[in-house]
């Protein structure tokens, strides 16, 4: 199961349009999401997706404002990752 908001005005037109193409039953607005992420899917799918070029000097240029040398950052991110998994563990008491 999906959810999400939607702008209220797009939202309106979507049920308009799904009722019209669907009939005003039950299951129209579904259909009519359906057939949109179905489209969706594949108009994304149909588009290049990745990266082109380097991605070390990707990377290269996403840290260029830091002011940490490789070995602090490696740390500093080991932290970082030491952290977030702790929060993910169940404690028992």
């Known amino acids: 199961m999906l959810r999400g908001q939607l702008d209220r005005k797009l ?9 019209k193409k669907f009939g005003y039953g039950k299951g129209a607005l579904s259909k009519a999401l359906e057939e949109a992420i179905i ?3 594949l108009t994304v799918e149909n588009e290049e997706l ?3 070029g380097d991605p070390v000097e990707a990377i290269d240029g ?3 404002g830091l002011d940490i040398d490789a070995v602090k950052l490696q ?3 080991g932290k970082v990752w030491s952290l977030r998994t702790l ?3 169940s404690r028992r008491h």
């Open 39 to 41: 489209q969706w899917i």
């Open 62 to 64: 996403l840290l260029s």
């Open 75 to 77: 740390h500093e991110i």
């Open 87 to 89: 929060k993910n563990v």
């Open 11 to 19: 939202e309106l037109k979507f049920r308009e349009l799904a009722m």
């Open 50 to 52: 990745g990266f082109e």
